[in-house]
C-alpha cells in the first residue's frame, strides 16, 4: 500500500481575502441544521474551490461543548435570518 507524502501536496496560496473587523454574525450550515457563527474573511485561493467563508461556530456534542473553527463553501454560510 502506498501512502501520499507531505510533498505531493501542493501549497494553499490566498489570492485575494475580504476581512470583517469585527466578524459579522452569520449562520453556518453544520450536519443538515443552520447554526449561529460568526464569519471573519472571504477567501479566495488558488486551487478550484473559488471563494471560501472563514467562520466559527460552536455546537453541543455528547462530551461538551465544541467550536469549529474553519472554513466552509458560500453555500454553506448565510446572514441570519430575521425573526
Known amino acids: 500500500m502506498t501512502h501520499p507524502t507531505a510533498a505531493a501536496y501542493e501549497p ?21 441544521h443552520w447554526v449561529l457563527g460568526y464569519q471573519r474573511a472571504w477567501r479566495l485561493c488558488d486551487d478550484t474551490r473559488g471563494w471560501m467563508a472563514e467562520v466559527r461556530w460552536s455546537a453541543q456534542h455528547e462530551w ?13 454560510v448565510r446572514l441570519p435570518v430575521a425573526p
Do not use: N, S
Open 12 to 32: 494553499v496560496r490566498v489570492l485575494d481575502e475580504q476581512q470583517f473587523d469585527p466578524p459579522r454574525a452569520v449562520e453556518v450550515e453544520h450536519q443538515g
Open 64 to 76: 461538551g461543548l465544541g467550536t469549529h473553527d474553519t472554513v466552509v463553501t458560500p453555500d454553506r
